[in-house]
Each structure stands twice: as C-alpha cells, then as structure tokens.
C-alpha cells in the first residue's frame, strides 16, 4: 500500500506560480516512477508530468512543456510540481499518482497504481 497527500494548490493570477508537494508513505519511494495528472471540470484526468525513482528522467505533456518542472526528494519521500507562467487554462485538480512497475515514465491514467486526494488550482485571468 502506498499513501500519497498532495498540497500546495490554491487560487493564483495568470502569469503567477505555485509549488504543489506530494508526501509518500507506506512502500519504498525511491523504487517507483511518480507522476502528476490534473482534471478539470467537465474533463477527462490527463497527464502532466513524471518522474523516474531516481530522478534521472522526466517526461512531460506537450502543454506544459517549459512552464512545469516535476522533481523529488527520495530522503523525504515527496514529489513536486513546480508550476510557472501559469495560465487559466491550467485550473484543475492536481492528483499525484505512483506507479509501482518500473516501466519507465508511462503516462496513463490506468498506468498507475496509487493516487492522492488531490489538490485544487484557480488561474484566474
């Protein structure tokens, strides 16, 4: 079992950033690709970012490419988004997910294993 709470959402301007964090537990965290997906209202969940168990590669959507950078830190068990140059078109909820196969940054949302709560992001305009 793997447990993952998302924070850092909230209501910004465009052109404004936010950092959104990821806290594991429950499963060895450095051993399992992260990723960050997002759900607007009205949508289907889509990929945003992910992140290999060491770090060493990343994958990101086309739409976020340059604006959105996902790290993580293994001794602290947590995963982050770093959201710049954010646009309204970026309001949804942020859900992190872990993907326990080791199939290296896969992006579907039935790819993963394990998902957060979620967090909510408000650009508005």
């Known amino acids: 079992q793997v447990q993952l709470v998302e924070s850092g959402g909230g209501l910004v301007q465009a052109g404004a950033s936010l950092r959104l964090s990821c806290a594991a537990s429950?499963?060895?965290?450095?051993?399992?690709?992260m990723g960050w997906f997002r759900q607007a209202p009205g949508k289907e969940r889509e990929f945003v970012a992910a992140?290999?168990?060491?770090?060493?590669?990343?994958r990101y959507a086309d739409s976020v490419k340059g604006r959105f950078t996902i790290s993580r830190d293994n001794a602290k068990n947590t995963v982050y988004l770093q959201m710049n140059s954010l646009k309204p078109e970026d309001t949804a909820a942020y859900y992190c997910a872990a993907d326990l196969t080791r199939i290296l940054l896969r992006i579907g949302v039935h790819d993963y294993d394990y998902w957060g709560q979620g967090t909510q992001v408000t650009v508005s305009s």
């Open positions: 992140i290999s168990w060491g770090g060493g590669s990343t």
């Open positions: 429950g499963h060895t965290f450095s051993s399992y690709t």
